[in-house]
Structure formats: C-alpha cells, structure tokens
C-alpha cells in the first residue's frame, strides 16, 4: 500500500533521514522502531508532508505523494495521529470527533461514533466532557477515534503507547489489532517492544536516520544482538 524510497529530509543544514526506504503491505501492521532520536517521528512527518523530503519517493497505492501538502495526503487515505495528540482541549469529547468526520474518498461504509466507542468503550461515557478534562490515556484513545473518523486506509500511529498506564497499553494493543482485523492498515513508531511485537506484522529499524532492519517482527523479536544494537537504551 505504502512504498518509500530514498527518503532524506533535513532540518535546516542538519540531515536527519538518510535515504531511507521501506514498504507497508496492505492490510498489515508494521512497527517503525529505534531509540528516541532515531527519525521515526520524522519519518511520519514525512509521509503526511508535515515535513518537506530533500529527496526520495514516496508512494500510496502506486502514486507518488511527496511534496504534496498534508490535505491531499489526508484526502488519499492517511491518516495521522500526532505523539502530543492535538486534541482540542476546550471542545467535548463528541465535538472532537465531529471535527474529525470526513466522508470516505473511494465508497467504502464510514466509521461512526457508535463504531468509535465500540473501539474504545471507555469514550462513550464521556461524550460531553471537555478533551481537556480527560486523562492522558483518554485523550489517546480520542486522538485516534477522531483519526478514523475521517476514514483513513493507512493509520500513521506516532508512539501510541508512550506514558499510558499498562492497562491503557492493553487497550490500545486490542484496538491496533481490531482495526488491522477490520482492514485498516497501520504503520505505527514505537520504542516499546512489547508492545510493537503484540501488534505488529513487521518491523523497520531505525538508527542515526537510516534503515538497520526491514523484516518480520518476529524475527526482530527472536534476535537478542539486534535487539540489544538498535533498541537497548
């Protein structure tokens, strides 16, 4: 579905990606991990145009979509959720997700706030609470029920699990699973292994901006070197 290839991008004089490639299959869940600092954060950006490549290609479903701005990008079939959520704090929960509401581009049934909640039962008792008002693992979950309502093909998850309470990491790990199980393809950023390994299909390894590993999960999680190199803090 997603194909990338040689991708740079720089800030500034610094380079941050360098000639970075991989793919997402359609209907899995590939986990782009590494340490903090690695480019993960900045490879999404990337791919929704928030940041402008320097070079490379990037494809969804054949096309090539960098140097599009985000709009397009979001209108093709991404979808973003930030790592600091952006949520709009002094609107209600049910605000939030109306916010959201795009109509599918290519015919496919639209998700629904009852569909939202059966996601994450934990927002349909608290339709009318201001975001702000919600805990961080909370306003997670809105993040990204707001996300699929605007009914992307491709999820981009930027670090999903960071700073939620183990149960909340349960919860969130049930609902990449369900959405890959419903269709959705996603590609997600990630430090923690545990987590990554419970979801995903593949893994993608980055280190100071470049590609160290593109397999399967699996096989990331049964390798003690790699893991340690590219992963240990």
Not at 170 to 186: D, E, H, N, S
Not at 216 to 223: E, H, R, V
């Amino acid at each position: 579905m997603l194909s990338v290839r040689a991708l740079e991008v720089l800030y500034g004089r610094a380079q941050v990606l360098f000639g970075v490639g991989f793919d997402v299959p359609g209907g899995q869940v590939t986990a782009l991990m590494g340490r903090n600092g690695a480019g993960k954060s900045t490879t999404l950006k990337a791919l929704m145009g928030l940041v402008p490549p320097a070079s490379g290609e990037i494809r969804l479903d054949g096309r090539r979509v960098d140097g599009w701005p985000p709009y397009r990008i979001a209108r093709a079939g991404l979808g973003y959720v930030a790592e600091d959520r952006r949520i709009f704090p002094d609107m209600t929960v049910a605000e939030n997700l109306e916010v959201g509401r795009r109509a599918p581009a290519d015919g496919r049934a639209p998700w629904t706030v009852a569909e939202v909640e059966r996601l994450f039962p934990n927002l349909a008792d608290l339709r009318d609470r201001r975001a702000g008002q919600t805990s961080g693992g909370e306003q997670q979950m809105l993040a990204v029920a707001r996300t699929l309502m605007g009914n992307p093909r491709l999820l981009l998850l930027d670090e999903p699990s960071e700073g939620l309470a183990p149960v909340i990491v349960q919860q969130m790990a049930a609902a990449v699973r369900a959405l890959k199980a419903g269709g959705v393809t996603v590609l997600l950023s990630e430090q923690n292994l545990r987590f990554a390994g419970s979801v995903a299909d593949r893994a993608v390894v980055l280190e100071k901006g470049a590609v160290r590993f593109d397999g399967a999960m699996a096989a990331l999680a049964d390798d003690p070197a790699l893991r340690h190199t590219y992963l240990a803090l």
